[in-house]
């Protein structure tokens, strides 16, 4: 079963996003914040990363930065949000993410995403 790591601050979101992750096949784990992402990667290999652009005060970009150069993590990250009117896909891809997916998402899309990443879906 592939393994899923969502990280947002946000506790619906966490929810809706594993909802969607389990009933594509996924074990999911989810991080509401850097520090306990962090911890999580230390600890657990995962198949892909679902990572929120702002975790609270803090930037999930500057995360995914830490993640591909500090931790040498080379896990697809699809990177998420629900800030309109930015073109903020470009953005995202140059920091190291593997896909970008504006808020609020669907399975479909989600599953579409993962698809394209070449991760194996229900």
């Known amino acids: 079963m592939p393994k899923c790591l969502v990280i947002d601050d946000v506790e619906v979101t966490r929810f809706t996003a594993s909802q969607f992750l389990e009933e594509l096949g996924f074990s999911v784990s989810s991080a509401n914040d850097p520090q306990d992402a962090v911890s999580t990667l230390k600890k657990d290999n995962f198949d892909v990363i679902l990572l929120d ?3 609270g005060k803090e930037s999930g970009i500057d995360l995914l930065k830490q993640i591909r150069s500090e931790m040498s993590i080379r896990t697809p990250v699809i990177v998420f949000s629900g800030v309109k009117g930015k073109d903020m896909a470009p953005v995202a891809i140059n920091a ?6 504006e808020k609020p998402t669907t399975k479909e899309k989600l599953k579409s995403a993962l698809k394209n990443l070449s991760i194996q879906v229900a």
């Not at 190291?96 to 997916?101: E, N, R």
């Open 53 to 55: 652009w702002h975790i």
């Open 96 to 101: 190291g993410a593997s896909a970008f997916l």
